[in-house]
């Protein structure tokens, strides 16, 4: 069966955040046909991204079809105001699907829509010590690439979104399909730098 595989977008969301495990999880010729990946916003208009990306979604709150797997990224709007529709969507639709997925500060929003409750959660380091401050009972780990607590699972910034979504597309099609993925796209990170803190 093919997954159906939305990823939300939303005015000032993290670019990378997204369009890393995209490039992951959508269908790669030869490996994995079967993935149906969507973008997903409130409206059907461009989505502009913190960093200035337009993004037209492929579907709206009232269009997206079920999902198997939702992942909500992070960015500056994932902790402004004006949420309240993002976070009564997440909440609707979470119920309904097998994997719920966040990278970085979309955890927040899992949390606003109270879905972190009882759960073991991370994100990115910078706001560790803010997601354990809103309250709630949830324990946020620290120097976790990703955390898996049942069919939820978090991922720190940036590339620890691409990490996660290896994992998922090796829950979703066996680890055979994911190391293949990784092979695909080059995805052996080798920093030039140490990234002392």
């Not at 999902?67 to 902790?79: A, E, I, Y």
Request: net charge negative.
């Amino acid at each position: 069966m093919e997954p159906t595989i939305g990823i939300l977008i939303y005015d000032d969301a993290e670019e990378l955040d997204f369009v890393g495990p995209w490039e992951v999880l959508t269908p790669k010729p030869g490996i994995t046909e079967r993935n149906r990946v969507l973008t997903i916003a409130e409206h059907d208009g461009p989505v502009r991204c913190v960093k200035g990306l337009r993004v037209l979604p492929d579907a709206s709150f009232t269009d997206a079809p079920r999902l198997d797997v939702l992942l909500v990224p992070g960015g500056k709007g994932s902790r402004g105001e004006g949420r309240g529709v993002l976070v009564d969507w997440i909440r609707k639709v979470a119920p309904q699907v097998r994997w719920l997925t966040s990278v970085c500060t979309g955890a927040f929003l899992l949390q606003e829509a109270q879905l972190l409750e009882g759960k073991r959660v991370t994100t990115h380091w910078a706001f560790i010590e803010q997601l354990r401050q809103r309250g709630g009972n949830l324990t946020v780990l620290e120097n976790r690439r990703f955390v898996r607590d049942g069919n939820l699972v978090t991922a720190a910034g940036v590339s620890a979104g691409i990490d996660m979504s290896l994992w998922l597309m090796g829950q979703l099609h066996g680890v055979e399909v994911a190391r293949k993925v990784q092979r695909l796209i080059e995805y052996d990170p080798a920093p030039p730098y140490a990234a002392d803190v």
